[in-house]
């Protein structure tokens, strides 16, 4: 994979130059699968409702929503920049979400090809590792590294984003043994991406989607978020305290922030998926609130938030 990947000229790119700054409060919302969606009534209903940010998966262990020499393009527009001219339109800020190992919506074919080149990770009996819907990369692969790093370089390059997330930065909890090789990796990786950050857009914030409880996270996870806060590797978390019930959730946030020990914001991530009402989505960004995190993230933006949450929720 080559160092440097070509960029388009996107006449809108900002100069060098602060980002804007995280809003008082972070009123944010992941999207997972950005294609085909009506951009201009995405922004218009989340503003209507109160939203400030978005997390957009930009690509992923093996597919870009977005034109790209690295990775097989699965999205039939650009998504990212109709994605990201609504926002502007609106006054929301968008980051640019990746999702590292995993191979979230990667082409059959394109999963097979990494497979005969040993390039995925692989169970005890020999097939291929699934943990979700698709495959994972394995992190020691040092072309694996090179074309996540290629990847997100390009999209840093062509798209005006106001910040970058990294997510499944780990190992799937069926991995086998973790050891502090593929600990340190992980962590080698964050470390690598902040500096390539600096490089091109210095300016601009770089957040984790982290599991929830650190002790699963780094010992059957290799994720070690509370080392990447307090080395300064990360601007911010945002953990996935994904519960039904909000006493759980305000648990969790308690002790990741008690873990922190304040050298990043924390943002609390809320499991709308999980929730039948507006009502109860209500309830855990009370607990947020309550344990003053300067925030929240709602997973996720779907048709079925969209019926079911959406239409009840005011900030």
Same mark, same amino acid.
């Given at each position: 994979?080559?160092?440097?990947?070509? @960029?388009?000229?996107?006449?809108?790119?900002?100069p060098p130059g602060p980002a804007r700054p995280v809003v008082a +409060?972070?009123?944010?919302?992941?999207?997972?699968?950005?294609?085909?969606?009506?951009?201009?009534?995405?922004? +218009? *209903?989340?503003?209507? @409702?109160?939203?400030?940010?978005?997390?957009?998966?930009?690509?992923?262990?093996?597919?870009?929503?977005?034109?790209?020499?690295?990775?097989?393009?699965?999205?039939?527009?650009? *998504?990212?920049?109709?994605?990201?001219?609504?926002?502007?339109?609106?006054?929301?800020?968008?980051?640019?979400?990746?999702?590292?190992?995993?191979?979230?919506?990667?082409?059959?074919?394109?999963?097979?090809?990494?497979?005969? +080149?040993?390039?995925?990770?692989?169970?005890?009996?020999?097939?291929?590792?699934?943990?979700?819907?698709?495959?994972?990369?394995?992190?020691?692969?040092?072309?694996?590294? *090179?074309?996540?790093?290629?990847?997100?370089?390009? @999209?840093?390059?062509?798209?005006?984003?106001?910040?970058?997330?990294?997510?499944?930065?780990?190992?799937?909890?069926?991995?086998?043994?973790?050891?502090?090789?593929?600990?340190?990796?992980?962590?080698?990786?964050?470390?690598?991406?902040?500096?390539?950050?600096?490089?091109?857009?210095?300016?601009?914030?770089?957040?984790?989607?982290?599991?929830?409880?650190?002790?699963? @996270?780094?010992? *059957?996870?290799?994720?070690?978020?509370?080392?990447?806060?307090?080395?300064?590797?990360?601007?911010?978390?945002?953990?996935?305290?994904?519960?039904?019930?909000?006493?759980?959730?305000?648990?969790?946030?308690?002790?990741q922030q008690r873990l922190v020990k304040g050298r990043v914001p924390?943002?609390?991530?809320?499991?709308a998926y999980m929730l039948a009402s507006p009502q109860q989505l209500?309830?855990?960004?009370?607990?947020?609130?309550?344990?003053?995190?300067?925030?929240?993230?709602?997973?996720?933006?779907?048709?079925?938030?969209?019926?079911?949450?959406?239409?009840?929720?005011?900030?």
């Open positions: 994979m080559p160092d440097s990947v070509p @960029a388009r000229t996107v006449p809108s790119m900002p +409060e972070m009123r944010g919302i992941w999207i997972s699968d950005p294609r085909n969606l009506n951009w201009p009534r995405v922004m +218009e *209903e989340l503003r209507g @409702a109160g939203f400030n940010t978005l997390f957009v998966n930009f690509n992923t262990g093996g597919a870009a929503f977005h034109p790209s020499v690295v990775l097989p393009n699965i999205a039939t527009r650009d *998504e990212m920049r109709l994605c990201l001219d609504a926002a502007r339109g609106a006054g929301i800020q968008v980051h640019a979400k990746f999702i590292v190992w995993y191979m979230f919506r990667s082409p059959p074919a394109y999963q097979k090809r990494l497979a005969r +080149e040993k390039r995925l990770l692989f169970a005890p009996n020999g097939g291929v590792l699934v943990q979700g819907e698709a495959p994972w990369l394995n992190p020691m692969h040092k072309i694996n590294r *090179e074309e996540r790093m290629a990847a997100i370089r390009e @999209a840093l390059l062509n798209y005006a984003v106001d910040g970058v997330q990294l997510d499944y930065i780990r190992y799937p909890d069926n991995a086998g043994r973790i050891t502090s090789g593929r600990i340190d990796l992980n962590t080698r990786f964050v470390a690598d991406v902040r500096a390539e950050m600096k490089r091109i857009r210095p300016h601009l914030p770089l957040s984790v989607s982290n599991f929830y409880d650190y002790g699963r @996270a780094r010992n *059957e996870m290799g994720q070690d978020w509370v080392t990447w806060a307090h080395r300064g590797y990360v601007d911010f978390l945002c953990p996935m305290n994904y519960s039904r019930d909000p006493a759980l959730v305000e648990k969790w946030l308690l002790d924390i943002y609390c991530g809320l499991g209500s309830s855990q960004i009370t607990v947020a609130r309550r344990a003053k995190a300067p925030g929240f993230v709602v997973f996720a933006y779907n048709e079925q938030f969209r019926q079911q949450i959406l239409p009840g929720i005011r900030f």
